[in-house]
């Protein structure tokens, strides 16, 4: 494996990429949606619409800011654990950029909310009235569920076990 993605500073520099372009487009969206009609891009599918969400996902838990700072502080802490104990082995390439997406997520929103006591949403699907996300939302549902299917239907349970083994490949 490329052991450049493995490094810590790798890592980091990814992450710190994908919270950018989930930062960058709520910047846009606060900028261009804000205090405006929802920008339609699909009529009755579509749409870009402003909301500050002071909850978790689907507007749960509004207002329960010390949570969400402590739910991020474990993630973080969980992902550090998870990083510095993963076995560098191939075959865990999809594993570890999964867990980058779900951190990037993670703390995407969480500068929302340390920042501004919400998080910035835009995405609307009018079609099925799915609740309002951002980009953040996206790496923390698609990594899950990716992370699941992984899981699920590509690991075999011995490669669950040896995942947090840090032997590399050959060794006993």
Not at 17 to 32: G, P, R
Request: glycine share 6%; with cysteine; net charge positive.
């Amino acid at each position: 494996m490329n052991k450049h993605l493995c490094r810590p500073w790798t890592i980091a520099i990814v992450t710190a990429l994908l919270i950018a372009a989930d930062q960058a487009t709520k910047a846009l969206a606060v900028c261009f949606l804000k205090n405006q009609d929802p920008f339609v891009i699909w009529e009755g599918v579509f749409e870009l619409r402003y909301l500050e969400n002071r909850g978790a996902a689907f507007g749960m838990l509004q207002g329960q800011r010390a949570f969400f700072l402590l739910a991020g502080l474990l993630v973080f802490a969980a992902a550090l654990y998870f990083f510095r104990h993963m076995s560098e082995e191939k075959k865990f390439l999809p594993i570890r950029l999964t867990a980058i997406f779900i951190l990037a997520g993670a703390w995407g929103n969480m500068i929302d909310r340390l920042r501004l006591s919400y998080v910035v949403d835009f995405f609307y699907f009018s079609l099925i009235d799915f609740p309002i996300f951002n980009v953040a939302d996206i790496y923390v549902s698609l990594g899950t569920a990716y992370l699941a299917l992984l899981i699920l239907f590509h690991y075999k349970d011995e490669d669950l076990n040896h995942l947090l083994n840090k032997k590399k490949k050959g060794e006993p």
